[in-house]
């Protein structure tokens, strides 16, 4: 039985699932646009704060500030989720808005190397480390309280919308990168222009707090405080979904961060294209995984979420090597567009069905740190430092293509994973 919100509470239900949609997405375009943001003017982030006579030791650093953050994660989600199966999936989303809007805002102002001295990296990583930690509880329980409040039928769909809104954020951020790359000059945007899109992503928090404090909270979270304690946590059976969660966002984690935050400064360092060039064609890319996003959230609605998230899987083991062979072989802007098209349209099969498969592993009582610690450690573990592994990657073995056999093999284990789960498509989530 496909228990919903919208048998729970009736009144007013499809207009808060709604509104919930909304809320939950504002909330991640703001902490994907900062992420996004960073990818992308990380070059500008490495001459300023770690300045080195190296430039891959520079931007090595610079990478690792960017994967500090993911180590607060954990914290976070557990911190956030205990918090979002005591006092509320709403409550949450207040919390981390405000934290990651403050966070975003100090890596627009701090001063650089050059004006502090070691308190500039260290301001930095601090900055870092509280976006890291608002954003361990954001994204699972953004996902929960979207997919809570989803109809029947339809929580593939619904759900799918977090990840809208984490594309959402990288558009935003690219087009802003790639707005100021055009219009600045070289040395204009190296010197203060990296500054301004960390600024402007401040702006969003105060919409988003009015809105997220319009909805009411889910339903189900409301059913669950007058029944029975679910299972001890700590205990085999709360165990086992988090072990699957953690498996589970091992391929969306390092996919996700390697193709549409990494793959600007591949292009530009490993295939010599012009910056402005490549902005646009991330934009390009992005629209594209924004437009297919839900088309597969509500394809797993109906098929199941297995067959999709497998086809993932299986289109980027097969497809991979052979299309980055060809395009390290011949790098024109062309060929790029095509590569990361296909590789937005792939990854678009497994982040639609994410939020849904995602939160169905637990039961509604710990679903909040359930997924919050499963999917903090996986993204620490494995997402945070996909663009330094792949930089690394690249400088020890001395080709461009070492990254995207490491991106095969956790498409490799993300299908693994996905035959350990249960189908999760036609369960209840209310109890």
């Known amino acids: 039985m496909n228990t919903t919100a919208a048998a729970l509470y009736p009144a007013g239900a499809r207009s808060q699932s709604r509104k919930a949609v909304v809320a939950g997405t504002i909330g991640h375009i703001l902490e994907w646009y900062d992420f996004a943001v960073y990818g992308y003017v990380a070059l500008h982030i490495a001459a300023h704060f770690f300045p080195s006579h190296d430039e891959t030791a520079s931007l090595l650093a610079s990478f690792a500030a960017f994967g500090i953050g993911f180590l607060a994660r954990p914290l976070g989600g557990l911190v956030f989720g205990r918090l979002g199966d005591k006092k509320g ?35 930095l990583a601090l900055a870092r480390l509280a976006q890291g930690f608002s954003a361990g509880g954001e994204t699972t329980a953004a996902a929960a309280f979207i997919v809570e409040w989803a109809p029947a039928g339809r929580r593939g769909l619904y759900g799918s919308f977090q990840q809208v809104g984490s594309a959402t954020g990288l558009l935003l951020g690219t087009l802003v990168v790639a707005v100021l790359t055009s219009l600045l000059p070289k040395e204009a945007m190296s010197e203060w222009g990296w500054r301004i899109p960390f600024l ?74 012009d ?27 109906r098929f199941g979420r297995r067959p999709v998230l497998l086809g993932s899987c299986a289109g980027f083991t097969l497809v991979s090597i052979p299309l980055f062979s060809m395009l390290a072989a011949t790098p024109t802007a062309a060929g790029y567009l095509v590569a990361v098209l296909i590789a937005a349209i ?71 994973s996905i035959l350990w789960i249960p189908e999760t498509a036609r369960l209840s989530i209310d109890h």
């Open 89 to 123: 999936r709403r409550a949450v989303l207040l919390a981390t808005l405000l934290l990651m809007a403050a966070s975003t805002c100090l890596i627009g102002l701090v001063p650089t190397y050059a004006s502090i001295g070691i308190a500039a990296p260290l301001l």
């Open 200 to 273: 402007i992503g401040a702006i969003l928090a105060p919409v988003g707090f009015i809105i997220r404090r319009s909805v009411d909270e889910t339903p189900v979270f409301e059913k669950v405080q007058h029944t029975a304690a679910a299972p001890r946590a700590g205990s085999a059976k709360s165990l086992k979904p988090v072990l699957q969660a953690f498996c589970f966002t091992l391929f969306w984690s390092v996919g996700f961060y390697f193709f549409l935050s990494y793959m600007p400064t591949f292009a530009q360092r490993q295939l010599k294209l």
């Open 275 to 301: 910056g402005s060039t490549v902005f646009w064609i991330s934009t390009a890319a992005s629209l594209a995984y924004i437009a297919c996003i839900p088309v597969f959230g509500a394809a797993s609605d």
């Open 346 to 416: 792939m990854l678009a099969m497994y982040t639609g069905p994410a939020a849904a498969t995602l939160s169905e592993l637990f039961p509604a009582r710990n679903r909040s740190t359930g997924m919050a610690v499963g999917y903090s450690l996986s993204t620490l573990v494995f997402g945070g430092f996909t663009p330094f592994i792949a930089t690394w990657l690249i400088a020890h073995f001395g080709t461009p293509l070492a990254p995207i056999y490491y991106v095969v093999a956790c498409a490799i284990a993300g299908g693994l």
